[in-house]
C-alpha cells in the first residue's frame, strides 16, 4: 500500500458492516450448499460469523495468514495455521463444498495463498478492490485500489476532519 495519507478513507460502520454482510448471505444462498465455511483471520471472522448464521452453516474453520504487519504495508505471507485436515476431508476434491470468507480482497495475494490450498472452494468477500477481484467469486462493494478501508474494529469514536481540509 502507498502512504495512507495518500489514499481515500473509507470508514465502515458495525451497522453498515452487518448489512453488508447479510447482502453476502444473500448471495452466497445461492450459491450453495456449502459444507462448511473456512475464514481467513483475522478480518474474515466477523463476516464468516453473520454469513454462517444467515445460512445456517456450524462447520467453521480459520486459516490464519499474516500478511499486514504493521496495519499500513503488506508485507511477506506468513501461514501462521492451515484449514485442518479433518475440515478438508469433509469437503470434496479441492475444496469443493467449501465457502471461503474474508473481509476484503485487496491484491489478492492472501486469497490466492488460500486458493492454492482450496482450488475448488467458493471465495466471497464484502469488499474488493480491483487487484483482487480475479481471485474471488461473490463480493459485495468495490472500492477504488487506492482506498482505504477503516473496519469498526480497528476503530473508536473520534472526530473526522471535512475532506475539504486535505486529510483523507
Do not use: N
Not at 3 to 23: C, L
Not at 63 to 75: E, F, L, N, P, R
Request: some cysteine; overall charge negative; proline content about 7%.
Amino acid at each position: 500500500m502507498s502512504d495512507p495519507r495518500q489514499q481515500k478513507a473509507f470508514p465502515v460502520s458495525w451497522d453498515q458492516f452487518h448489512r453488508d454482510a447479510r447482502a453476502l448471505a444473500w448471495r452466497l444462498a445461492g450459491a450453495g450448499p456449502f459444507e462448511g465455511i473456512v475464514c481467513i483471520t483475522r478480518g474474515g471472522l466477523v463476516p464468516a460469523a453473520i454469513v454462517a448464521r444467515e445460512l445456517g452453516t456450524r462447520l467453521i474453520e480459520t486459516v490464519c495468514i499474516a500478511s499486514y504487519h504493521d496495519y499500513q504495508t503488506q508485507g511477506d505471507m506468513q501461514v501462521l495455521k492451515p484449514i485442518a485436515e479433518r475440515v478438508l476431508a469433509i469437503a470434496g476434491e479441492g475444496g469443493q463444498g467449501l465457502l471461503v470468507i474474508d473481509d476484503l480482497v485487496d491484491s489478492g495475494k492472501t486469497a490466492r495463498l488460500v486458493r492454492d490450498m482450496v482450488p475448488k472452494a467458493h471465495f466471497a468477500t464484502v469488499y474488493a478492490k480491483p487487484l483482487g477481484r480475479p481471485v474471488i467469486d461473490t463480493f459485495i462493494t468495490e472500492v477504488s485500489q487506492d482506498t482505504w478501508i477503516y473496519f469498526p474494529w480497528d476503530m473508536g469514536l473520534s472526530f473526522q476532519p471535512p475532506i475539504r481540509d486535505g486529510v483523507a
